[in-house]
């Protein structure tokens, strides 16, 4: 690992140079209304790097909210063919968190039958981290996430004063910035910790993240489940901005011609009424509490014992999207030990 200095001026100046020399797609966090999305960038001024959360996380770049698989023919295989579309893109400003859940998305989509769609479009990916500098009053990423996202960052940021310290994590990442006007970093470890650490989460699991798979085992019959389950709309908005959500749908779409179809994948949620419709018509989790159980232990209990990491990095999107304010795990588990 190599650390380095840039102004923020440099930085921004170095970024115009990279979007107009179009080697790839230059993506950022900008300003959309009084929240933040991730767009293609036009200019390095349209960045924001103080942003609290933005309304999706980035995972929309490798695991579309529709996308095209196959297309063909009706009713001629011969026509049938692959599609993988995907194009070079690198993105600026990922807070730790949104990281941490691609580090779990590509364990997700590389295992077993691997999913080349989502994997080539990460091949093709430059990610540059960025620790927070605004506070986010649901989230509780601390809690819950390790080093995980350094795992898969490229660079990493961290603004002091007006530079920022730059981490460079992988060959990729010192390719990227070999045009930068980086210098060699003067900060002590403990500034640079005390940067990284300065903007605090406003809430915290009640327990320790490691104790959460065997505590949820423990809970299966708890009346949190309906007393929340009961609230809910199930309009899946909660796990449609979850940084790692990664359920789909498949769908086929063929043109009112017959002349050509494609398969397409969509997002799809485990809070969706017809989720878990099988065939008949039979419904695994018919009711809302069920739905809203099986999201929980998705997130706190399955996912950790697949994968040794929690299911949920405490990005707190659910809990800003949920109409009913029933959906932030750390309310879940609040009431959970506020009823034993």
């Not at 921004?12 to 140079?17: A, I, T, V, W």
């Not at 979850?242 to 949620?269: H, M, N, Q």
């Amino acid at each position: 690992m190599e650390i380095l200095k840039i102004s923020k001026n440099d930085f921004y100046s170095f970024l115009d140079r990279k979007i107009a020399a179009k080697e790839s797609k230059t993506i950022g966090v900008v300003k959309k209304g009084s929240h933040y999305v991730f767009a293609e960038l036009d200019a390095a001024s349209d960045l924001c790097l103080d942003y609290d959360v933005t309304i999706l996380p980035p995972k929309k770049y490798f695991q579309p909210p529709k996308e095209v698989l196959l297309k063909y023919v009706p009713k001629k295989p011969e026509s049938y063919v692959a599609v993988n579309e995907c194009e070079p893109i690198t993105i600026v400003g990922i807070h730790y968190y949104d990281l941490a859940a691609i580090y779990l998305m590509d364990k997700a989509f590389s295992e077993g039958e691997r999913d080349e769609n989502y994997l080539k479009k990460r091949e093709n990916s430059l990610l540059i981290g960025m620790y927070p500098t605004k506070p986010q009053k649901n989230r509780f990423a601390r809690s819950v996430t390790k080093d995980q996202g350094r795992k898969v960052a490229d660079i990493m940021l961290t603004e002091i004063g007006g530079n920022l310290v730059v981490e460079i994590l992988t060959p990729k990442g010192k390719e990227y910035l070999k045009d930068a006007k980086a210098v060699k970093n003067d900060y002590s470890m403990k500034e640079l910790e005390d940067a990284r650490n300065n903007v605090k989460d406003d809430q915290k699991l009640p327990l320790a993240v490691e104790l959460v798979p065997q505590y949820l085992g423990n809970h299966y019959e708890h009346p949190v489940w309906e007393h929340f389950g009961e609230k809910c709309f199930s309009c899946g908005s909660c796990v449609l901005v979850c940084p790692t959500c990664y359920c789909f749908d498949a769908r086929e779409e063929i043109e009112l011609s017959l002349a050509e179809g494609k398969r397409v994948r969509v997002w799809d949620g485990c809070m969706l009424e017809d989720f878990a419709v099988v065939a008949d018509g039979h419904n695994f989790r018919k009711n809302k509490s069920s739905r809203f159980r099986h999201r929980i232990f998705r997130k706190g209990k399955h996912l950790p014992e697949k994968y040794g990491y929690f299911g949920c990095v405490g990005c707190g999107r659910c809990a800003n999207s949920c109409t009913a304010d029933i959906a932030g795990p750390v309310k879940v588990f609040n009431y959970m030990e506020e009823n034993k």
